[in-house]
């Protein structure tokens, strides 16, 4: 495993971390989800990202009980506040009350005293953000939270946050967003601001959902057990990113040979291609299977050379998404593949 530093602060992360967003308490069982955590401790990863909006809080209370009995001092625990679905009218918020109580329940579901890294889950236009920042280094200065960071904020909003917290003496160190050879929307203001600030990119979908490693092919139908194939909250995402279009499957596609020409597989090519850049502190990546992560995670021995990458990227410069105006969005929704709705249709 390899490790840096997240942003300009002293935290050091694994350059993967493993995250369980769809996966604890949703697609896979909890004896599945345990080996693969296990798997994740035996590769040298240390942090471990998830949210108290994951599968309405399960998702932390599995990660809790996995991570049982390990030293507390060399695990990374991140998790998010601000995407509860649970019902009420201070739910879902960046308001102090709802931080505060987030937090306190979160601590009580991963099982610790402390949370390393707690983000910002997207931004709240109904809380003053000078109400949020405060509330946060109320957390960072009582020691239940020892490091603050967003996910899917735009570059003023980040600006903004990371100023206020210089004000209250804690650092705003890390900035969670979508980023893949399809997804490259934060490339054009987000990362510079991030960098501005001394904020760390902890990306997650890496892989896009799993179409970067080239299983979900163009005018054929879903692979038996795959994300979209069934499991409940993969196909809505991978739908909400248009990454089942018939353009986008057909360009995927393409790059199996140029990784088989470097002696990599698609999976492990797109991971090397996203870690390559230096503003990536660390990608966040889950697992159905233990060994599903280890082939990922060989991404971390390749050095790809600046003539793979310009036709990797050749390949997809006509689906890739780049629109910095986009960061922190969704797109307009397309029509999967003509296959994949097929096969929907008739399930």
Known sequence: MQYAALGTSGLMVSRVAFGNSLTHGNQIDDGAARSCVHAALNAGITTFDTADAYAQGRAEELLGTFLAGQRRSDLVLCTKVGRSPRPGANEG????????????????????????????????????????????????????????????????????????????????????????????????????????????????????????????????????????????????????????????LTAVHALVPLAKEAGLTPARLALAWVLRNPAVSCAVTGASRPDQLRDTLLALEVDLDDGLVDRVEAALAGVAVTDAAMAGRAPAPRQPCPAVRRERQTA
């Open 93 to 248: 918020r960046l308001s102090r009350k709802h931080i505060r109580d987030s937090a306190e329940a979160s601590l009580r579901r991963l099982g610790t005293d402390y949370i390393d890294l707690y983000q910002a889950h997207r931004w709240d236009g109904q809380t003053p953000l000078e109400e949020t920042v405060s509330a946060f280094a109320d957390l960072v200065h009582s020691g239940k939270a020892l490091y603050i960071g967003v996910s899917e904020w735009t570059a003023p909003q980040i600006r903004a946050a990371a100023a206020l917290a210089r004000e209250l003496r804690f650092p705003l160190v890390s900035n969670q967003a979508q980023y893949s050879l399809l997804w490259r929307v934060i490339e054009g203001e987000v990362m510079p601001a991030c960098t501005e600030a001394g904020v760390g990119q902890m990306v997650w979908s890496p892989l896009a959902g799993g179409v970067l490693t080239g299983k979900y092919r163009p005018g054929q139908g879903l692979p038996e057990g795959s994300r979209a194939a069934g499991a409940e909250g993969g196909a809505k995402s991978l739908n909400r990113w248009n990454y089942l279009d018939e353009a986008v």
